[in-house]
């Protein structure tokens, strides 16, 4: 056993790195990236259009300026995201009913479905991540982190895979 500069008492490891939470959440994130990447590949899905489908499923037909202003994405990542998912016939572009100038984006039956199935695989690679964990540790672990990115002042609204400077290409 040893102690950590911040107190924490952790197991003896071979790499001393992962003695320290920021190398730990790091590959921890590396994983986890790399698996759920995995997991949406049978289904042709990106986690950056995952997020787009699921952010669609809890609300449908946003113009595009309104979602690129609720994840903090430039415009131009945007119109390559809806692109890549129009040309799937999983989401539509239709004249915005509140701005003719505008066009709202909806979710297609087949997008709909489509992030109901990445949704599940989800679970099921977040059960398997997490399954040595109980409920109550998984919770913990949520708002723990969710406190750590508070206090880091991130705020939760976009994943940074979906920010400006990330590549709108498909896979």
Do not use: Y
Not at 60 to 86: A, I, K, P
């Amino acid at each position: 056993m040893w102690q950590s500069r911040l107190g924490i008492i952790v197991g003896v490891t071979s790499q001393p790195l992962f003695h320290h939470p920021v190398c730990l959440l790091g590959r921890l994130d590396f994983h986890a990236q790399e698996r759920f990447t995995k997991a949406l590949a049978p289904l042709g899905l990106l986690p950056r259009q995952f997020g787009m489908l699921s952010l669609l499923a809890e609300n449908d037909g946003q113009s595009q300026q309104q979602l690129c202003e609720s994840l903090d994405v430039h415009r131009n990542v945007m119109v390559g995201l809806v692109d890549e998912l129009e040309k799937r016939d999983l989401v539509e572009r239709r004249r915005h009913p509140g701005d003719r100038r505008a066009h709202a984006v909806h979710l297609l039956p087949t997008g709909r479905a489509l992030q109901a199935e990445a949704e599940r695989l989800l679970d099921e690679f977040e059960t398997e991540l997490l399954g040595g964990l109980s409920r109550e540790e998984a919770r913990t672990l949520v708002a723990l982190l969710q406190k750590v990115g508070r206090h880091a002042g991130l705020d939760f609204v976009a994943h940074p895979g979906l920010t400006a400077g990330a590549p709108a290409v498909g896979p």
